[in-house]
């Protein structure tokens, strides 16, 4: 993984944790990028993590993977995490965090749901944010 992720020198690294992997409730980190000669996704790392809302664990693994990088202006895909986000700019200051659409989408849709407003103040609220994401 480590010497073909080195090979290829991806510009854009996509970093997704899942939850709750198994029974001790482990967090799985995952760095995935494109690989040019086949055009499919492909692992660049794995990391276990016992509490991802921990700003010391992501430092922690985003270091680790920075000494696998040959660049340090990588382009990262995430979703909504703004541990993730504040991690990233501390241990990749030169990177570009981008946030994942759909995660975007999924948590603000989340945020209106939940606001004290009418119905159709709501619609248009999340329209316009959509605009503003897609423009």
């Known amino acids: 993984m ?3 992720f080195r090979n290829n020198n991806p510009p854009v690294v996509q970093l997704d944790t899942s939850f709750n992997f198994d029974k001790a409730l482990y967090k799985v980190a995952a760095f995935v990028y494109l690989d ?3 055009n499919l996704s492909e692992i660049a ?3 276990l993590m016992s509490q991802e809302s921990s700003s010391s664990s992501f430092e922690f693994i985003l270091g680790i993977f920075s000494k696998m990088c040959i660049r340090q202006d990588l382009i990262f895909l995430i979703d909504k995490d703004f ?3 504040a991690s990233l700019k501390k241990i990749f200051p030169s990177s570009i965090v981008l ?5 975007a989408l999924k948590y603000f849709r989340t945020l209106i749901t939940t606001a004290l407003a009418r119905q159709e103040v709501k619609v248009e ?3 316009q944010f959509k605009k503003v994401l897609y423009s």
Do not use: D, G
């Open 36 to 38: 040019p000669n086949t």
């Open 83 to 85: 541990t993730e986000v």
């Open 125 to 127: 609220i999340f329209s």
């Open 2 to 4: 480590k010497t073909a």
């Open 99 to 103: 946030l994942c659409i759909f995660h």
């Open 45 to 47: 790392a794995f990391s």
